[in-house]
Nanobody, 118 residues
Framework: QVRLVESGGGLVQAGGSLRLSCAAS????????LGWFRQGPGKEREFVAR????????SYADSVNGRFALSRDRAGNTAYLQMNSLKPEDSATYYC???????????WGQGTQVTVSS
């Protein structure tokens, strides 16, 4: 069974950058899309960005649009989330997930922690 594994989280100062990776382990990534979500302390999980795996079409939450960039390496079955101009409010556990055309995500990674200090 294909698993998603996130990496790249860490501690960074406000204004800094991080690049998160989401790698498919155990097989090829064949879901319709790959999404990034985040959940901060005491907050609900929220959508961050999404990429349609075949076409590469991307969409972003307003809160990160212009600061975050999503890309994917189809041959390497890996997606990347480049996060620039980070703010303390970006601090959260970031998850990647495989989704279908209906927007249902049922394949989730374990998450990677991002902490942005002010």
């Amino acid at each position: 069974q294909v698993r998603l594994v996130e990496s790249g989280g860490g501690l960074v100062q406000a204004g800094g950058s991080l690049r998160l990776s989401c790698a498919a382990s155990g097989g090829a990534f064949t879901d319709y899309c790959l999404g990034w979500f985040r959940q901060g302390p005491g907050k609900e999980r929220e959508f961050v960005a999404r990429i349609r795996w075949n076409s590469g079409l991307k969409s972003y939450a307003d809160s990160v649009n212009g600061r975050f960039a999503l890309s994917r390496d189809r041959a390497g079955n890996t997606a990347y989330l480049q996060m620039n101009s980070l703010k303390p409010e970006d601090s959260a556990t970031y998850y990647c997930a495989g989704g279908d055309m209906a927007g249902s995500y049922d394949r989730w990674g374990q998450g990677t922690q991002v902490t942005v200090s002010s």
